[in-house]
Each structure stands twice: as C-alpha cells, then as structure tokens.
C-alpha cells in the first residue's frame, strides 16, 4: 500500500460536525442543529427553479452576472466588488488561499466559526487564536494579537455559535487600530436576524471603504442552504484576486436563478424575521425556566449551558436524538457544556421544551 504523504501536518484539521452523525431528514427528525429556516424557499423561489430545470444541459454564467446584479440593486452596492461562491464556507478559503497561505497568520477569536480555523490550516497558515471575554469578540485582545505576519482577521458578527456581537463603534474601532496590511472579513451570515436587534449592518461600513470585505450567505433566512449560495463585498482589488483563485463554474445555474428570486420576495423574508424574532425570545425565557443557561443571542438559535453534570448538554443530546429532535453539539468549539438550538417552527419549538422538560425530571 503507498504511503502518501501531506504537504503539511493536517491532524490538526477539525472534523465539520454533521447533524446526529448525518441521519437521514425525512418527517420524523426536528432538524434543530444547523440554523437553517424552518419555512423553506420563498415559492417565488420554486418558481424559478421549475423554470431553471429545463437548461440542465447548459453550464451556469461563470460570472454570475444576472445575480450580482440582483444583489448589488437590491442592496445598493457596486457589482464589480461582488464575488459569488458556492457558499460562503468557499469565500472563507479562497481569502485565505490568496492572502494567507504557507505560513502567514490568520486570525479569530476563541469560539469564531469553525470554518475559519479550518480555511487556516487549509493553506498552511498559523492559526492565531484571540481570547474572547464572556463570549464576545474582544478588540483589545485581538489588537494585542497582531503581528507583522498576520494577513487575515476573520470575525462573524454576530457569531456563530454564541450569538453575540461587536456594535459598530467597536467593529470600527477593530478595522481602523488594525495595520493596512491585514485584511478585516465580517462573516455578516445572520445579520437580517441581528439588525433589527441592535447588531450593525457590516455592508453599511464596507460601502465606502477599500478595508473591510463583508460576507453574507442564501443559506439562513432565505432558504437556500441545499444550493450552496454566498457572496462577499470586497476592495475592487481583493473581489479581483478571489475570482482568480476560485474554480470557474463553482455557482451552479439553479442556485444562481434561486438567489435572483429569494432578493425579490421580501414578504417571505419578512416572515421568515417575524417569526423568529418572536420565538428567540420565547424560546431563551423557557429554556432559563427550565434551570438552563440560554447565551444571549441575536441570530436564528440559542446555545444553551446546560449547568448541571449530571443532566450534561451530551446527555441531553442524546436524550434529545433518541426522541427525533436534532440538537448541535457545540464541543466541538472548546464549549462542551452547551448546546445550540436553532429556532423551528412553533409545533417543533414546543417539542423541543416538552423533551427537555422530560429529560431533566428523568
């Protein structure tokens, strides 16, 4: 048998947790373990799917012109600063192939996104880790982190998985103390969830500066995270480079036709908010009545502390799975006492308290 042999040391690289080891989604599972929205697609969406499906045969715009053009319309934005990808997880990376590979630093904070750890040592960089205070991004610390090597300053506001978020004083504050040298990329994936709750808009920041390269996803509110749909705002120079280093035809056609629908219906999306934003409170208030320890979050879920080592967030996970209802582990970020929780559907939402409601008295 050959012994291949990595270019670098990849035993570092940590696993991408699928929901309940990747159970089969059929009527019977409550998928509560990847932020997804409950509702689906907007049917607009659908529509445009039926019609896409007959050019199959055909290879999608390599460019994806007519949706940049959606979205730079529809968000008042330049649309030769727009990139697409095949979702943003792929935009991660490709900053980080282009600006940080063999040996540069990237950095992020102790419980950022997973994905930004990987992208890191993906391209052989120096993962840089920045000590966050009560599960928040701190600015002094990652200020404090810098150095002449460092290339990438990855932070997802709000985050992922803790919910919390840096205002837009100190997110500025963030770009503006940091060296021209480091690129500064807002993961903005839940902002249509955060900015009606007191969370900035990172768009409005980046539009009229050359510094800052925002990142949003198809994934969350509208629906789409089956096509694999993302796109980032960035400096002409640096959308220029992301489109060098990417594959061509990474944005299939029937994802590109999706996110041209999912912009123009926004009855659906507002929907989709109205919806969330009534229950993400509900949902942290009975999980705190249940003894637990719900973070304070702005997203579409509530990573919850399970404070008790004999009722632990893994026992209750698997309590959970064993009754059809997905939870995801949040061990996986150095934070094996939580759980998150996506928000679902009233019915799915009212499970969720029953079941734990019965774990705990069990």
């Known amino acids: 048998m050959p012994q291949f042999e990595t270019a670098f040391d990849l035993s570092t690289m940590p696993p991408f947790v699928v929901r309940a080891g990747g159970k089969k989604l059929d009527g019977s ?28 045969n055909r290879y999608p715009d390599m460019g994806s012109v007519e949706l940049r053009n959606a979205i730079a319309d529809h968000f008042n934005l330049e649309s030769d600063r727009i990139v697409c990808g095949n979702g943003g997880d792929t935009l991660i990376h490709g900053l980080a192939v282009a600006y940080a590979s063999n040996g540069y630093e990237i950095m992020y904070s102790e419980f950022g996104f997973i994905m930004f750890r990987r992208a890191a040592l ?21 200020l404090a982190a810098v150095s002449d090597k460092t290339r990438i300053l990855y932070i997802a506001n709000p985050n ?7 205002g837009s004083i100190e997110l500025l504050r963030l770009r503006e103390e940091l060296p021209d040298h480091i690129i500064l990329m807002i993961d903005d994936a839940y902002v249509e969830y955060s900015e009606g709750l007191g969370a900035p808009n990172a768009l409005d920041l980046a539009r009229d500066r050359n510094d800052i390269v925002v990142l949003r996803t198809f ?27 990417r594959l061509p035809f990474t944005i299939n056609g029937m994802a590109q036709a999706a996110g041209v629908a999912a912009l123009e219906d926004t009855n659906h999306t507002d929907m989709v908010l109205s919806h969330t934003h009534s229950w993400l409170p509900k949902l942290s208030d009975k999980l705190n009545g249940l003894g637990l320890e719900p973070l304070p979050s702005v997203g579409n ?58 774990f705990l008295d069990s």
Not at 35 to 41: I, L, Y
Not at 124 to 136: F, L, Q, R, S
């Open 160 to 166: 992922n998985p803790t919910g919390t978020y840096l």
């Open 29 to 56: 599972l409550i998928n509560l373990a990847s932020n997804e929205s409950p509702f689906g697609p907007s049917p607009k969406v659908l529509e445009a799917l039926s019609k896409r499906q007959t050019q199959l």
């Open 301 to 358: 879920f509530v990573t919850v502390r399970f404070p008790s080592p004999k009722k632990s967030a893994k026992m209750a996970q698997a309590y959970l799975e064993s009754h059809n209802i997905i939870p995801r582990t949040a061990a996986d970020y150095g934070m094996p006492e939580f759980l998150r929780i996506s928000v679902g559907l009233e019915e799915e939402n009212l499970a969720l308290i029953s079941t734990l409601e019965d």
């Open 219 to 245: 994934s969350k509110v509208y629906g789409l995270a089956a096509l694999r749909l993302g796109w980032v705002y960035a400096p002409k120079e640096i959308a220029e480079n992301l489109n060098r280093v």
């Open 122 to 142: 993906a391209v052989n960089a120096k993962p840089v880790v920045v000590a966050e205070e009560n599960y928040t991004f701190s600015v002094d610390n990652a």
